[in-house]
């Protein structure tokens, strides 16, 4: 079997000790797994994508990346790096005045050279139907554009996993279906959160509900 990239092992995480999200949680993503994360809004799908990525620490059980079992922040720079994290809201990706600051941005903290950075930024906005795009005001942009060029950013890290937090949402059906296109042409082991039926199942190769704080295999 593929070697696991993320598991979960027993995660509990709450907010508060009145706000409970995940009990006992277990999960494994493998290499070449692309996997939508289901449930209704609430119930904790962007708080895991969170835990991943260190954003947030579980109360209680291990999170395993590549191998590691990852617990202080500084445990987490790696995953950071190899992990690419879509925010729910573009405007938690997106901080520079211009789209080719914020494509850049990530490329360009990893040390990476400045012609080199400028190529990247180039073939990624390309690869995702955003030419011409590199001067356009980050905060002019409409709601489908800001997600394309948040999606631009974390491509341009060249991550070995995905999580996308609800790619799909507020698109209308053209980009939608440009988006899947491309998401299927990526190698990438990826975790999908979304709410829109046709677009995870085209894109997915299971899906797992989440109910009560932990995940159940979803058969479509
Ligand atoms: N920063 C926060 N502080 C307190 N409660 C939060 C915070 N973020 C999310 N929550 C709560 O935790 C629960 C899970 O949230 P979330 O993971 O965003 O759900 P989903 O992505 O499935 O819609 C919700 O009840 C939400 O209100
Ligand atoms: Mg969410």
Known sequence: MNEPLIQFHNIDFAYSPDRTVL?????????????????????????????????????????????????????FHEVRRRVGLLFQDADD?????TVAEDVAFGPLNLG?????????????????????????????????????????AVL???????????????????????LLKLILGLPQALIVISHNRSFWTELTTSALEMREGNLFVQVP
């Open 23 to 75: 009990r006992g949680c277990n999960f494994c993503l493998r290499q070449g797994e692309r996997v939508a994360l289901l449930g209704p809004n609430g119930c904790g799908k962007t708080t895991l994508l969170h835990l991943i990525v260190g954003l947030l620490r579980p109360t209680n059980g291990r999170v395993e990346v590549f191998g590691k079992v990852r617990r202080g922040e500084t445990d």
């Open 93 to 97: 990706q997106l901080f520079c005045p």
């Open 112 to 152: 990476k050279p400045r012609d080199e950075v400028r190529l990247i930024v180039a073939e990624t906005l390309k690869s995702l139907g955003l030419n011409g795009f590199e001067h356009r005001v980050t905060n002019h942009l409409s709601g489908g554009e800001k997600r394309l060029v948040s999606l631009a």
């Open 156 to 178: 341009a890290m060249r991550p070995d996993v995905l999580l996308l937090d609800e790619p799909d949402m507020g698109l209308d059906d053209a980009v939608i279906e440009r």
